[in-house]
């Protein structure tokens, strides 16, 4: 390896994350989530959904009086479930996106597909929406609490609906597409399973089919190369291959192809 760059390994097993450090200290192996941790995700992203909605639902009912919460004002209090609002579904739509970069699906349905990898912006307008309007439409509300909640209620609107939208989205085509190029090329490494590897940095926008490629080498980039298979690296939104080691095994097999 040139400038004495360190391996780190990125392997697909039945755990969720973990790191840990061989005898040497030169190995760090890093476990990506399964298929079976992907629905564990959105079960639980499901559920944090479901807490985000019952926030709401408290709010609406401190508004038209039907509960009354103690000790704090009734302003204090429609802020207050609005930002607990916005962390379940943020939350909740963080472990939906990882879910569908570990499992995802098919883009065959290409309105399913879209509802699917942005249900969490959904919920975001669910979980928001309605309140707005009835803040800035219940008669009972004072000026400034209808001023102050529904200006915050609007910015978590806004935060929530991009936090949760997948700007990447993965279908399961183009990872099993990603997986077929790997091995149609011909020039990869393997692991200790025989699986074809690729390689990337910790702040890498795409993956590298040589571990020797001059974009992860220079100087200047991270000490530690992680390397795995090409669903850690989809799962870890790396969704293209680095237009460098393209080129040199597209030159490679010119190069063959001429020799023959």
Known sequence: ?????????????????????????????????????AKTKRIIAVILWVLAIACE????????GK???PKLSQMAWLIILIVVDLIFVVCGSMLWKKA??????????????????????IVSVVAFLPLIIIIFTNKDLDGKTKKVAGI???????????????FNP????????????????????????GEPVVYWLEHSK????????????????????????????????????CRICIKKIEKAQVTEDIGD
């Open 152 to 166: 915050v209620a609007i910015v978590a609107l806004l935060i929530g609906g991009i936090a949760s939208y997948d």
């Open 170 to 193: 993965v279908s399961s085509e183009q990872l099993e597409a990603a997986r077929q190029e790997i091995l149609a090329n011909g020039n990869y490494d393997k692991n200790d399973k």
């Open 100 to 121: 569908n970069h570990i499992d995802p699906a098919s883009e065959k349905n290409k309105t399913k597909f879209w509802l699917w990898n942005n249900l969490g912006s």
């Open 206 to 241: 795409k993956y590298h089919i040589n571990k020797d490629c001059s974009a992860i080498n220079r100087s200047n980039t991270s000490d530690e190369i992680k390397r795995g298979t090409i669903d850690a690296a989809y799962e870890h939104g790396l969704t293209e291959p």
């Open 57 to 64: 639902v408290v709010a609406v009912l401190n508004i038209f």
């Open 1 to 37: 390896m040139k400038n004495g760059k360190k391996i780190v390994d990125v392997e697909t097993k039945n755990k969720d994350t973990n790191v840990s450090l061989n005898k040497e200290g030169k190995i760090v192996e890093v476990t990506a989530s399964d298929k079976s941790s």
């Open 67 to 69: 509960l009354e919460l």
